[in-house]
């Protein structure tokens, strides 16, 4: 008896579940006795088709009624795989697994492309075995004229996976974190963009406070608008929109930045898509100008970054003649200030498939971007490529978690190279993409060989979420930030200035930059290397110089030096740090010549000035020796004033020895300050 006991039971457990994996129609005679429930749910379904058969923009509408279709009954084939497509193709892409699955054991023929998008997901989910297993699978049941068509494709989803296999086996050591609801909302943030110092943060976003607060008739979300956010004491404010000035009624995004953050590259819908420059007068920004021809084309122009010394512009253009769909262009100013012809950076960097997301980091030299080439595991991938000895080396991955099998792209990174800034479309997001903050760790230093002091660190360090190595080694960059505030050596007024970097060594202006008119506030990038000149000039001032000598070897540091402008008055007087004279000697070195064409050019905008040019040592040797050597350099510079057109009548030397130090002459650094050449407004 217990024996037919167990036998039904046994038919009947494998009748239910044969039932579940069932097709079940949408035919009011598979539901006697739910009638009115099946023509509710046969109407979610219905409604969820018209959305569907709009097309990708309305999938996440036609899925509200999909799923309460899917309550009634969860086992119609079709309605599976149709919620699958809309999660595969909008949010919580992972999501569509379940639904694939579930259609693949309701009805394998459900669509031809069944197995192919069950294992584009899977690729999402980093399971690349299975996803590899369904691209064979359904590359075996192509028909042969498919299979030739679509066999490419196939090949490089897989290879993509073998990529990701890799990858994930050797993660990079970072923290990946959600920049937090005060940033992120429900809707669509991207493509963030910092200043060099991370104090400020441009992104776009598709929320309902754009300006004109209206949708896009073509996918159904709201216009994208570009939003500001400033650090303040580590934490970022509430975003602002910085309404009319930036954004339009229409498509308005963030594309590019200068280090500085005084120039702004933006995104409009126009002409196919074209890049608009703004710049940040005072705390008003200017009127979008649209770059010019060699940059924007009828062609799509998506994505630019600037170069440091903002002389060089970095590019991505779908135009005809490159290696794939989108490539990375550059165009150089020419001497009046205009875009050149555009150059495509070469096969090394571009691929036959698409580049996008370009950043130039302020070193001068390691360009960002995101490419589906290479070897991506999947979607866009984010690189990193070093621009040496003339050209670019091969494409590096930054690696998995910072990058998915799905879109990695329009990726930004501080200065000093330990934070990275992206958009992510992640399960545990926000919305629907978030940005996110990375903290690079940089390489693993080894453990101490000592047992005894590894267990004391293991009982004594407290326990995080995020597990790190006791000791990380930060990596650090070869740039050297210069930032401050310039401002009037009497009122200590804020001043809008003219910055002016300058190569000693080949004597050439290098690049210019302007102090906010406003705050006086200026950010300079130095790439180490370089001997720097550095001047500062403002209508109605003495100019004042700086001198930077930054080795090759040099590593990341931040250099905040306020400076002080003197009035074109009687009396004032200014220090000329780029000034060198050979050691002992009263020979000016050519590394000298910068700084006294800015003189030269001193006294010919001011033809009535009249200067003494005085020269100063420190206390080292006798006063006699000293007194005749800053005599003797104080007229070498008198001699190249003269030379170049000065009248003797308005020039003077004299030679101070040590008599006027300005700073001890007990350390080094005093008695370098003290070895100085001065000039001091005898009349005007």
Sequence with gaps: MKKIYFSVLMIFISLSAFCQNKNVDFDVDNFPGKESDFYKARTEFKKGN????????????????????????????????????????????????????????????????????????????LDFDKAIQYYKEYKIGLAPSDAAEESKDIEKHIEECENGKELVRKPARVFIDNMGPKINTIYSEYSPLINVDESKLFFT??????????????????????????????????????????NCKKHDATVGLSPDGQTLLIYKGTNGGDIYECKLDGDEWTKPKKLNKYINTGYHESSASLSYDGKIIYFVSDR????????????????????TEAVNLGSIVNTPYDEEGVFMHPNGKTLYFSSKGHNTMGGYDIFKT?????????PENLGYPINSADDDVFFSISGNELHGYYSSDKPQGYGRQDLYIITFLGPEKPLINNTEDNLIASQTEP????VIEPVVEIKQNQLTLLKGIVMDDLTSEPLGAILEITDNEKNEVIASFESNNKTGKYLISLPSGKNYGLAVKADGYLFHSENF????????????????????????????????????????????????????KMMNDVPSLKIEVSGHTDNVGSAAYNKKLSEERAKSVYDFLVSHGINKDRLTYVGYGFEKPIATNDTEEGRQLNRRTEVKIISK
């Design 320 to 339: 005809d003649g490159g290696f794939g769909g989108s490539d990375i262009y550059l165009s150089k100013l020419d001497k009046k200030g205009r875009w």
């Design 549 to 600: 000598n930054i080795p090759a070897s040099s590593q990341y540091q931040e250099i905040v030096k306020d400076i002080r402008l003197q009035r074109l008055a009687v009396g004032s007087k200014i220090v000329l740090n780029n000034i060198f004279f050979d050691f002992n000697k009263a020979t000016l070195r050519p590394e000298s010549t910068a700084e006294l064409d800015r003189l030269v």
């Design 463 to 466: 326990v995080s979420e995020k």
């Design 205 to 246: 976003s598709r929320r309902p406070d754009t300006y004109g607060s209206k949708k896009d008739e073509n996918d159904n979300e709201f216009y994208e608008d570009i939003y500001i956010t400033d650090n303040k004491n580590g934490e970022w404010t509430t975003p602002t929109n910085p309404s009319k000035s930036l």
């Design 386 to 394: 070093n621009y040496e000895n003339g050209k670019w080396t091969e």
């Design 50 to 125: 018209k959305y569907f058969d709009m097309g990708k923009s309305m999938y996440v509408t036609a899925l509200k009624y999909y799923l309460d279709a899917n309550k009634f009954n969860p086992n119609n084939a079709d309605l599976n795989f149709r919620i699958g497509i809309c999660y595969l193709k909008s949010v919580q892409k992972v999501n569509s697994i379940t639904y694939f699955e579930k259609a693949l054991s309701l009805n394998a023929q459900v669509d031809p492309k069944l197995k192919y998008y069950l294992a584009q997901a899977c690729q999402l989910n």
